[in-house]
């Protein structure tokens, strides 16, 4: 039987075992966001799921305003912003992450309580689409992957993956292997890791990984010191930066996180271990609840107008208002 031309086309030829050719998030908030600019511009499609129609349009022009600010800093150029966006798709059906690889599960609750249900639940609606080979991931910092998976009929297909913002400049993730975690579906992941340009550091599994465990405690002793009257929220900021080589001081790490992130951090960890270093500081708390929560909504240790940021001049009985 003579050979034709067609049959060594591209678009026919079978997808090679264990190859990556796109990528799904659930919850594409700010870390989503970045996670997808980073797959797409390394040319992954991705396929993103979210609450309503809206939300999607609203992640697809953050996500475009990002890529505008970097091609206003000559990081970019516009017709890299043009492929990079065609390769990211948004949907409010689970199914359109079938055919994904690998898949992210990005999901920022914003209620009490830990969010350990809510990831059970996503981690069940994603293996019911995609196929057996597929790797199912986390982003919890404090949560544990081994009981997150475990709802999974194979648990071995899971493991943890925290990325750090900004995902386009930090060249690290912690990796996160379960119990149940497959050489497999390592393997998968540390081919992704160099298809991005990143490094995995092994974390073996533990409730708040590296980083957040160092984080908390830092920030938690800069309230005791702020709630001393031993310095001012600016001063402890500029004494961090300058002495420890930190791009950003303490407070100024929280208001960019968010403090409502930062909080339900601390209760997880404190909830994990008991330990007093990991218990939210009051003045945490007060800002949390006043919906203080950073840059987020304009205004934590800081103010913010715009990019910039104002220190308060007022007592911090009053959480820094005059």
């Avoid at 999901?107 to 080979?133: C, H, Y």
């Avoid at 420890?244 to 909080?263: C, H, N, R, T, Y």
């Amino acid at each position: 039987m003579s050979e034709r031309l067609e049959d060594f086309s591209l678009g026919k030829s079978m997808q090679s075992k264990g190859s990556i050719q796109k990528v799904g998030i659930v919850g594409c908030g700010t870390m989503g966001q970045e996670i997808a600019v980073l797959m797409s511009q390394s040319g992954i499609d991705v396929a993103f799921i979210d609450i309503s129609d809206e939300r999607i349009a609203d992640v697809m022009l953050r996500i475009e305003r990002h890529l505008d600010d970097r091609i206003s800093k000559w990081g970019l150029t516009g017709s890299e912003k043009k492929l990079i966006l065609s390769r990211i798709k948004g949907s409010t059906d689970y199914t359109s992450i079938a055919d994904c690889d690998v898949v992210f599960e990005t999901v920022n609750s914003k209620k009490k309580g830990t969010s350990l249900e809510l990831r059970q639940e996503i981690f069940r609606k994603i293996e019911a689409v995609v196929s057996p080979d597929a790797v199912i991931t986390s982003n919890t910092a404090t949560l544990m992957i081994s009981e997150i998976s475990s709802v999974l009929k194979n648990p071995g297909r899971a493991m943890g993956l925290h990325f750090f913002s900004p995902v386009g400049k930090v060249k690290i993730i912690e990796a996160v292997r379960s119990v149940y975690t497959t050489a497999e579906t390592y393997a998968l992941v540390s081919k992704l890791a160099l298809l991005v340009g990143k490094k995995l550091i092994s974390v073996n599994e533990s409730a708040g990984n590296i980083s957040t465990r160092m984080l908390v405690p830092l920030i938690n002793e800069a309230c005791e010191i702020l709630m001393e009257g031993v310095a001012t929220v600016a001063d402890i900021d500029e004494t961090m930066r300058e002495t420890s080589g930190l791009q950003l001081g303490p407070f100024e790490m929280a208001d960019k996180i968010g403090l409502d992130k930062v909080l339900k951090w601390m209760e997880n960890l404190y909830a994990e271990f008991g330990e007093q270093k990991y218990k939210p500081s009051p003045v945490l708390k007060r800002l949390v609840r006043a919906n203080m929560v950073g840059r987020r909504t304009g205004e934590g240790f800081y103010l913010y107008t715009g990019n910039k940021k104002i220190a308060k001049a007022g007592s911090i009985t009053n959480l820094g208002r005059a």
